[in-house]
T-cell receptor
Framework: KQEVTQIPAALSVPEGENLVLNCSFT??????LQWFRQDPGKGLTSLLL?????REQTSGRLNASLDKSSGRSTLYIAASQPGDSATYLC??????????FGAGTRLTVKP | KAGVTQTPRYLIKTRGQQVTLSCSPI?????VSWYQQTPGQGLQFLFE???????NKGNFPGRFSGRQFSNSRSEMNVSTLELGDSALYLC?????????????FGQGTRLTVV
């Protein structure tokens, strides 16, 4: 059974810092990995999708990498802003179409 | 292009009642999945529907059920509500199953059971 872990559970940084969020998974037989953002009480917003054959994806200030063999993904946020404050979730899609989520990293960016 | 729409946004129900939640996927998307989110358990998978058929089911009691219509809209039903069913229920749609699986979520339905 796929287990997804996100470290750290919470992170607080001053505005302007670059930061890295981590996601690890136990079964490397994945189809893809997707990073989401969730604001309090709201739904999930898709940030980046990485297929298993890809090493990284970029969107604006966000860069996500995937190392399938070691069961790891990182989300890099450059020049963080207070508007980036949210919970970030990674989700792993297995070859049977199941999608499993980590518990998330709650990010606070202080002005 | 409209996103995933969930209705209602908020619900308050009494223990023992039943509830039906609705999800309209992005136009053209045929796969709909449901998740329960609570502070203690995080996001837990309920079930997935594709072309009106349940394809996957999570580890939830039979009180939780769902269906999908020919226009891909989906409903989930919870019978005999318990206090522990209070949660944010999220629906996600994707174009299809593998390989086109990027998931897009609705805003959720906040269910409170009193």
């Amino acid at each position: 059974k796929q287990e997804v872990t996100q470290i750290p559970a919470a992170l607080s940084v001053p505005e302007g810092e670059n930061l890295v969020l981590n996601c690890s998974f136990t079964d490397s037989a994945i189809y893809n990995l997707q990073w989401f953002r969730q604001d309090p009480g709201k739904g999930l917003t898709s940030l980046l999708l990485i297929q298993s054959s890809q090493r990284e994806q970029t969107s604006g200030r966000l860069n996500a990498s995937l190392d399938k063999s070691s069961g790891r993904s990182t989300l890099y946020i450059a020049a963080s802003q207070p508007g980036d404050s949210a919970t970030y979730l990674c989700a792993v899609r297995s070859n049977n179409n199941d999608m499993r989520f980590g518990a998330g990293t709650r990010l606070t960016v202080k002005p | 292009k409209a996103g995933v729409t969930q209705t209602p946004r908020y619900l308050i129900k009494t223990r023992g009642q039943q509830v039906t939640l609705s999800c309209s996927p992005i136009s053209g998307h045929r796969s709909v999945s449901w998740y329960q989110q609570t502070p203690g358990q995080g996001l837990q998978f309920l079930f997935e529907y594709f072309s009106e058929t349940q394809r996957n089911k999570g580890n939830f009691p039979g009180r939780f059920s769902g269906r999908q219509f020919s226009n891909s809209r989906s409903e989930m039903n919870v019978s005999t509500l318990e206090l522990g069913d209070s949660a944010l229920y999220l629906c996600a749609s994707s174009l299809e199953r593998i390989p086109n699986t990027e998931a897009f979520f609705g805003q959720g339905t906040r269910l409170t059971v009193v």
